[in-house]
């Protein structure tokens, strides 16, 4: 068979396999969440954030920023964390629950006072949003961060509860 015959044979076949895999596609879902939390590292203190994600039926992708706020009166740094995330996920609800595990990566500033680190950490955690009424839900998330270069803790915790929006 020649290249011509071959590229004239594998045309139709292919035009149709893309028409299928296109008209059987789930369409991708998105959401945001804005959050409220808790880190426990060194000691208990505020953490606040945002995040927006994009998930296919079982894994996701998502981009977050966070804020845990310096206090030097009790020597608790500042961190603020941008990380972008792949996460899997229960395919469909459970009792209006779809539970997740989550691992990233990106970058941090840690401050207290005039020290500073800006380096790269990793992030492992996992969590369940609920919903509440149609689009919206609440989303629950424990977090564990390492974070590399010389940081005055290299690891923290944090606890969040967020709104959370699907569209």
């Known amino acids: 068979m020649t290249p ?4 004239r044979t594998l045309a139709p076949v292919m035009a149709l396999t893309v028409l299928f895999l296109a008209g059987s596609a789930r369409p991708a879902r998105a ?16 953490v606040k ?9 079982v894994v996701g992708f998502e981009f ?15 961190l603020k964390t941008y990380s972008g995330n792949v996460f899997a996920q ?3 609800e459970i ?6 595990a989550t691992a990233g990566a990106g970058a941090y500033r840690e401050t207290l006072g005039d020290a500073e680190e800006t380096h790269v950490g990793i992030n492992l955690g996992g969590g369940a949003k609920i ?6 839900r609440i989303r629950l998330d424990y977090r564990v961060f390492q974070l590399r270069g010389s940081p005055l803790f ?14």
């Open 31 to 46: 959401d945001i969440t804005a959050f409220l939390g808790l880190s426990p590292t060194p000691e208990r203190h505020m």
């Open 64 to 78: 977050e920023f966070s804020h845990l706020g310096e206090d030097e009166l009790d020597h608790l740094p500042g």
């Open 131 to 136: 919903r509440l009424l149609g689009p919206l």
């Open 90 to 92: 229960t395919p469909i």
């Open 4 to 7: 011509v015959a071959r590229t």
């Open 95 to 100: 009792k209006g629950t779809q539970l997740y």
């Open 49 to 57: 954030g945002f995040s927006g994600g994009l998930s296919f039926l």
């Open 154 to 167: 290299s690891t923290y915790q944090r606890f969040y509860a967020g709104g959370n929006i699907a569209f």
